[in-house]
């Protein structure tokens, strides 16, 4: 997996199509991203792999053909995956967060968001991967954010409830694990629904009790790539933005100190479960 190595590739001109078989250098950084299909997860499979890092994507049903089709619920489907790649860093971005399904499939989305991550952290710690846990703010209640690292997660939806339970499964099986608790995201979307953000061109939703802070998942990306760089192992951080939400580049206040790329202000730091 690491070096020089023969891949084929097809080349083709009109009248003609061939099998060519090209060395290709595969980067010594090995990453697993789960959730690679998402909206988050693009951003993140592509902010590593544009970086030096072989990365390798994961998701279900819309998998193929670029990434590889893995049931997140199949504990041997994921044992297999993470034994056979060795990834140095796992982030965890898949999640079922489509409120609707959540309330009606309470269950299923207790299975994915809770005791599928629960297992990855135990498979991660099992051959010493960092992993990178993607939680929410939807463990607050909204009411006066921006939230630290010693405020008590108050979620007010079912989907909230999982995404802290998840943070707890990870951390009880993966104690080196980063938590990344992060707001609502835009970005290059596929579908309106993807973001909570473009969603409200199809339907507004608004709350007059909560205040949310849109955020590029580029932004994510980085951080999540800067993280596994800095191998840093503390159990909990919080990626949280500017109250005014100022579109313009900032130096993060924080442990990395390093100037985004994306014109959103962000804050990081270090705290507790």
């Known amino acids: 997996m690491v070096g020089r190595q023969k891949e084929l590739s097809i080349h083709f001109v009109p009248g003609s199509c061939r099998l060519v078989e090209e060395e290709v250098n595969i980067p010594n950084r090995r990453v697993l991203v789960t959730g690679a299909t998402g909206l988050l997860g693009r951003a993140v499979f592509k902010e590593f792999q544009q970086n030096n890092w072989h990365a390798v994507g994961c998701g279900f049903r819309r998998a193929r053909p670029k990434f590889e089709q893995v049931n997140l619920l199949d504990s041997n489907a994921v044992h297999h995956i993470i034994h056979d790649f060795q990834p140095h860093v796992i982030v965890h971005c898949a999640a079922e967060r489509r409120p609707d399904v959540v309330e009606n499939q309470p269950d299923a989305a207790s299975q994915l968001n809770v005791d599928a991550s629960g297992n990855l952290a135990k498979e991660a710690a099992a051959i010493g991967a960092f992993l990178i846990y993607i939680s929410s703010d939807y463990v607050f209640d909204g009411t006066d954010p921006p939230y630290g690292e010693e405020d008590i997660p108050s979620p007010l939806n079912l989907y909230g409830k999982t995404k802290l339970e998840g943070e707890k499964a990870v951390l009880e099986n993966n104690s080196g694990a980063a938590v990344l608790r992060i707001p609502i995201l835009y970005g290059e979307v596929e579908k309106l629904e993807e973001s909570a953000v473009t969603v409200m061109f199809d339907k507004v939703q608004f709350s007059n009790k909560s205040q949310r802070f849109p955020?590029?998942?580029?932004?994510?990306?980085?951080?999540?790539?800067?993280?596994?760089?800095?191998?840093?192992?503390?159990?909990?951080?919080?990626?949280?933005?500017?109250?005014?939400?100022?579109?313009?580049?900032?130096?993060?206040?924080?442990?990395?100190?390093?100037?985004?790329?994306?014109?959103?202000?962000?804050?990081?730091k270090l705290g507790r479960p």
């Open 215 to 268: 955020t590029h998942v580029k932004d994510v990306a980085t951080v999540c790539r800067q993280l596994a760089e800095k191998r840093m192992r503390v159990p909990n951080f919080h990626l949280s933005e500017d109250p005014l939400c100022l579109f313009h580049a900032e130096t993060f206040i924080g442990i990395l100190g390093m100037l985004m790329s994306e014109s959103l202000k962000f804050l990081l």
